[in-house]
């Protein structure tokens, strides 16, 4: 790729030991494609490894991720409305069920858990527990120092777990950005077929390989439209049903709710979308290269929410809404809560009270806004009792799009 055409030309480059600690992860996959009998890993296994090989991967070790300084920044580190709107949507729930716990998946830099309870010490609706399982040894120590820090006297109420529990959970099971961070499979259409593309080797290098699917990856292949055109690429995760199975089956009573950039299956899988959704992240540059700097750079999927909602209802949960992240936070109340922030006090504003109020605003857009995250990024809601409230959702429901 010329210099030109490098979406990561004008990116501060990684220091000399990031670029060490990068190619320690190399030799990990690299000595993984090496002791495979045909010298292809599947992408899937790329991704896990890249991103979660215990203190190498890019979540598992010391990269900054979240925020100006990292690579990418989330809703919940844009603005703490984003985490007090489902604090709001959360009380309701607890409410109906007469309390209950929350379960927090992939809690990043645990900002979202310290506002989120914070607002729902607000509004006496605290869960008994805040559980919080997070894969990464890194990330769980930086959600204890947040939550130290921002929430001491509600400290004690969260607790980080090993595995998922083992008792039914009463309450609601969330994660933003999480679906977005499973590791997917890629394929390729060609003339006679899908093919699953692989992880190589070309000397130290990793390139792009071919297989046939196999008989999992076909089934799963089957369900996607059938018109695809010849060189069309794409990402399908196949473990997402199991996981998300997984997280069901431990649902005794409440909801699960799941916030990520995605699409209906039909969207997703259209025709046009010719090379799939599959980005990298480095220093707030997306590009589409995910051999560049393991451990240094997010790689992502959106999320197909069809096959969310397939796997959560076979697992016999109802659907309760599918709507984008702007309607779920007005339907949820950010106008409300907004509004003391934005209202203009007239004559006499402190010049601190207007900034804030301009900061307030940009929040809300950058969360709302169609062309920034309002559109892109969706909400989808399952119970296991359909009377739950939602409030996120009564704004306007497009499930019927699933
Ligand atoms: C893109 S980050 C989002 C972090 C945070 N939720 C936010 O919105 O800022 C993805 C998070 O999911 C975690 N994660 C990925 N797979 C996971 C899994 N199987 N179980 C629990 N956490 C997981 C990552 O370690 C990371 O904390």
Redesign the pocket.
């Known amino acids: 790729m010329s210099a030109a055409n490098d979406p990561l030309a004008d990116a501060p480059p990684p220091s000399p030991d990031a670029l060490a600690h990068s190619q320690r992860l190399q030799a990990l996959i690299a000595a993984e494609i090496e002791a495979t009998d045909d010298g292809r890993l599947g992408f899937d296994r790329y991704m896990e490894l890249a991103l979660y090989a215990p203190g190498l991967g890019y ?1 598992s070790a010391g990269a900054r991720k ?1 925020g100006g300084a990292g690579d990418f920044v ?4 844009i603005s703490p409305l984003f985490s007090r709107c489902l604090a709001r949507q959360c009380a309701d729930i607890l409410e109906t069920l007469g309390g209950g716990d929350v379960l927090e ?5 645990g900002v ?1 858990a310290a506002d989120m309870l914070r607002e729902l010490a607000t509004l006496d609706r605290l869960p008994a527990r805040y559980l919080i ?4 040894g890194e ?1 769980r120590e930086r959600q204890q120092q947040t939550l130290a820090a921002q929430v001491p006297e509600l400290a004690e109420r969260v607790q980080w777990l090993d595995r998922l529990p083992e008792q039914p959970l009463r309450g609601v099971i969330l ?4 679906l ?3 590791p997917v499979k890629r394929v390729m259409r060609s003339a006679h077929g899908w093919r699953e593309l692989c992880a190589g080797l070309d000397g130290e290098q990793f390139m792009e390989v071919s297989r046939e699917p196999d008989e999992a990856l076909t089934q799963a292949l089957e369900r996607l439209p059938g018109s695809l055109p010849e060189g069309y690429r794409t990402e399908i995760n196949t473990g997402l049903a199991p ?1 998300l199975q997984t997280l069901a089956e431990m649902l005794g009573e409440g909801s699960m709710l799941w916030l990520d950039y995605g699409l209906p299956r039909a969207e997703y899988y259209h025709p046009q979308r010719l090379t799939g959704t599959l980005r990298c992240h480095y220093r707030h540059r997306a590009h589409d290269d995910p051999w560049r700097w393991p451990g240094l750079q ?1 790689i992502t999927a959106w999320v197909d929410f069809t096959a969310v909602a397939e796997a959560l209802t076979d697992a016999g949960l109802g659907l309760d809404g599918y709507t984008t992240q702007a309607h779920f936070l007005l339907g949820g109340g950010l106008e409300a809560l907004a509004g003391a922030a934005l209202s203009d006090p007239g004559a006499g504003e402190s010049e601190a009270q207007v900034r804030n109020r301009l900061d307030v605003a940009a929040q809300i857009k950058r969360l709302t806004l169609p062309s920034e995250m309002g559109e892109a990024f969706k909400v989808i809601g399952f119970a296991t009792d359909p009377a739950l409230a939602w409030r996120g959702f009564g704004l306007r429901d497009m499930a019927a799009k699933l």
Do not use: H, K
């Open positions: 979540y979240f989330t809703a919940p580190e998946l992939g809690a990043g830099s979202m399982l997070e894969l990464s990330l994660g933003n950005e999480v977005d961070a499973l996981w997010d």
